[in-house]
């Protein structure tokens, strides 16, 4: 197949992609091939925190590529320890891997959870996660998830994941046994449709793994660094993890996530239970740095707060105009809509006239939006003009 003077058949189809060639972005503006340009409020699913081709970021990829790029992680470099000293110091939790995705930091969590379980509670090994969840896309994190439709896929799945209830506390007591080491879950499920874990329930979790000496870990590799208006999600209700997973947003667009733990915890690695070729690579490290000096900031984040009350006054306008509703945290939000009818809307934003919009559906019913945390006022504003005519066209 080929778009324009593009020939796509030698990557492989494991997406449905529109009849658009991304060739270049400016801030939430991305541009394709043939100079058309869109209102992207997906920004690679939340990957992009600055927006498209943030100054920090070329800035910190071009000075670093000048000095080192990946001395390997056999040896310390400056840029890892920097960004490792940052995220330890702001998260509250003494050691930190860096990786390059956030499938990668799960799967860590998983491994730390694991090897933990052998040396402090007897080779328990079980993982209790939750239906709907979503933690990646390597066998264990998948098998970790708990997507619609993933249950017949790459089998056989790796066992040790019992399914909880998001928000029913009895349904993780239930599934508790001298196999479990730890609970893992999103604070946000934003695969589910962005499905939030309520405050009292990640309380009653901490609280629980406390009574029965098992670990809390969150994934907050889509709610952290920002998303939600705090730096970490976990902030908002008072209740640190055991580990703590980073990814997409920590490196503002470049291939770049992190594992965190308490020092207890962490302790349960040696030396070779965990590593990887691009693990802490300084360059990677270095954009991580200069995305937390931009996003760690309380004037910031007090942006993106103010940027979510907008954003979350225009979608409550459109639901109680179609009998929908509107949920979300921070600039991770949700439009419900009350037919299935997402994909044809997220088809009709694309195929705008003249300014297209990128929104996503992760759900039949639900419209999900991820906008960069700097988007402005303005931008806002123009989302809910080019919304409204993707609602009137859409079949």
């Known amino acids: 197949m080929k778009i324009d003077a593009f020939e796509t058949s030698a990557l492989m189809n494991v997406a449905a992609r529109p009849d658009l060639v991304a060739v270049e972005g400016r801030g939430s503006w991305l541009i394709d091939q043939r100079g058309r340009r869109y209102l992207d409020f997906v920004q690679g699913w939340a990957v992009n925190a600055l927006g498209h081709c943030p100054p920090q970021v070329a800035d910190a990829l071009a000075a670093q590529a000048q000095r080192l790029v990946n001395p390997s992680p056999a040896f310390f470099n400056d840029a890892a320890l920097g960004l490792a000293q940052r995220l330890a110091a702001l998260s509250g939790l003494e050691r930190v891997f860096l990786c390059s995705s956030g499938a990668e930091a799960n799967e860590g969590a998983i491994k730390l ?38 249950d017949a896929l790459f089998e056989p799945k790796i066992p040790g994941f019992p399914k909880a209830r998001l928000n029913d506390l009895a349904s993780v007591q239930a599934l508790i046994s001298a196999r479990t080491v730890a609970v893992m879950l999103e604070p946000v499920q934003g695969e589910a449709g962005v499905v939030l874990a309520d405050a009292a329930f990640l309380q009653a979790l901490r609280a629980l793994c406390d009574a029965q000496g098992l670990l809390l870990i969150l994934d907050e590799v889509q709610t952290g660094i920002g998303r939600t208006g705090t730096t970490f999600a976990f902030e908002q209700v008072g ?93 991770l939000r949700a439009l419900v809509l009350p037919t299935p009818v997402a994909h044809r809307v997220v088809e009709a934003a694309c195929a705008l006239p003249q300014t297209g919009l990128l929104i996503n559906a992760p759900r039949p019913n639900v419209i999900r939006l991820m906008p960069a945390l700097n988007v402005t006022a303005e931008e806002i504003e123009r989302f809910a003009q080019l919304f409204d005519a993707a609602l009137e066209v859409a079949p």
């Not at 939750?130 to 997507?147: I, Q, V, Y």
Request: net charge positive; proline share 3%; charged share 15%.
């Open 113 to 150: 959870a694991r090897k933990w379980g052998q040396l402090q509670r007897d080779g328990a090994f079980e993982i209790i996660t939750f239906a709907d969840a979503f933690h990646g896309r390597t066998l264990a994190t998948m098998s970790a998830s708990g997507k619609s439709g993933w």
């Open 239 to 331: 209740v640190r993890p055991d580990i703590l997973t980073l990814g997409k947003g920590l490196g503002g667009g470049v291939p770049l996530a992190a594992l965190l733990a308490s020092e207890q915890v962490a302790a349960a690695f040696a030396h070779g239970d965990q590593g990887g070729t691009y693990c802490g690579n300084p360059l990677m490290a270095a954009v991580g740095s200069a995305v937390l000096s931009a996003v760690a900031q309380p004037a910031f984040l007090a942006g993106v707060r103010e940027r979510t009350g907008q954003l979350q006054s225009v979608l409550r306008r459109v639901a109680a105009r179609l009998g929908g509703s509107e949920r979300g945290a921070g600039l």
